[in-house]
C-alpha cells in the first residue's frame, strides 16, 4: 500500500519569500502524485498533479513541484508566497490500480508580513 | 460551474444522537466520494460510489455509518449513534470518470461534526 510523509507540520515564512515544501512517498510502482491546499472553512483544491512525463509541473497559484524517483519525493515549491498562500497543504500519492488517494498529514503554512 | 456542495457546514450534537450529512456532487460527475479528516490529519476514505453503486466501502464502521446515492446523484452519510471519538470534518468529492486514479477529485468544503 502507498503512503505519504510530509515532514514538516508548520513552516512559517514571510511573505515575498521563496517556499518548499517536502513530501515523500512509498510505493513500489510508479505512482500518481498531488498537492492539495486547505484554507480555513474550505475545502481541498488542487494545485498539480503528476502522472508521468516531465518531472517538473507547473500548477495553479504559481506553484511547481519536482518528482524525483530516487528520493521518492515530490515537494512544492513557489518563489514568491503571498500573504494568502497560507493554508494546509496537502501531498497525495494513487496508484493507476488503486484510484485511492493517500494523503500526509499536511503541512501548515503562515505568511508575516 | 457550481462546485460539490455540502451541507450542513457545523453540526453540534450530544453522543448517542444521530446525524446526517447531505453532499450534491458537481453536475455530471458520476463518480462521489465521501472522506473522513480528523484534526491535523489528511483525510481518508470511507466510501466510493460509482454512480448510484458502493463499489468501496471496505473503510467505513458499518455498525453505525451508513451511507446512500439514490438516483446516483446526491449522497447522504449518516451515524447512529455518534460517539465522542466521532467529532471529525466530513468531505464530500466528486470527479468526472469511474473513479480513476488520474481523474481530478473536486472537493466540497466539508461538514465540521462536534460530538458532545
Known amino acids: 500500500a502507498q503512503s505519504v510523509t510530509q515532514p514538516d507540520i508548520h513552516i512559517t515564512v514571510s511573505e515575498g519569500a521563496s517556499l518548499e515544501l517536502r513530501c515523500n512517498y512509498s510505493y513500489g510502482a510508479t505512482p500518481y502524485l498531488f498537492w492539495y491546499v486547505q484554507s480555513p472553512g474550505q475545502g481541498l483544491q488542487l494545485l498539480l498533479k503528476?502522472?508521468?512525463?516531465?518531472?517538473l509541473v507547473q500548477g495553479i497559484k504559481g506553484f511547481e513541484a519536482e518528482f524525483k524517483r530516487s528520493q521518492s519525493s515530490f515537494n512544492l515549491r513557489k518563489p514568491s508566497v503571498h500573504w494568502s498562500d497560507a493554508a494546509e497543504y496537502f501531498c497525495a500519492v494513487a496508484s493507476y490500480t488503486d484510484y485511492k488517494l493517500s494523503f500526509g498529514a499536511g503541512t501548515t503554512v503562515t505568511v508575516r508580513a | 460551474e457550481a462546485g460539490v456542495v455540502q451541507s450542513p457546514r457545523y453540526k453540534i450534537i450530544e453522543k448517542k444522537q444521530p446525524v446526517a450529512f447531505w453532499c450534491n456532487p458537481i453536475?455530471?460527475?458520476?463518480?462521489l466520494y465521501w472522506y473522513l479528516q480528523n484534526l491535523g490529519q489528511g483525510p481518508e476514505l470511507l466510501i466510493r460510489?460509482?454512480?448510484?453503486?458502493?463499489?468501496?466501502d471496505s473503510q467505513l464502521p458499518k455498525d453505525r455509518f451508513s451511507a446512500e446515492r439514490l438516483k446516483g446523484v446526491d449522497s447522504t452519510l449518516k451515524i447512529q449513534p455518534a460517539e465522542l471519538g466521532d467529532s471529525a470534518v466530513y468531505l464530500c468529492?466528486?470527479?468526472?470518470?469511474?473513479?480513476?486514479?488520474?481523474?481530478?477529485?473536486?472537493f466540497g468544503p466539508g461538514t465540521r461534526l462536534t460530538v458532545l
Open positions: 468529492a466528486s470527479s468526472l470518470s469511474r473513479g480513476g486514479a488520474v481523474d481530478t477529485q473536486y
Open positions: 503528476y502522472f508521468s512525463g516531465d518531472t
Open positions: 453536475s455530471g460527475h458520476n463518480t
Open positions: 460510489y460509482e454512480n448510484e453503486e458502493a463499489v468501496d
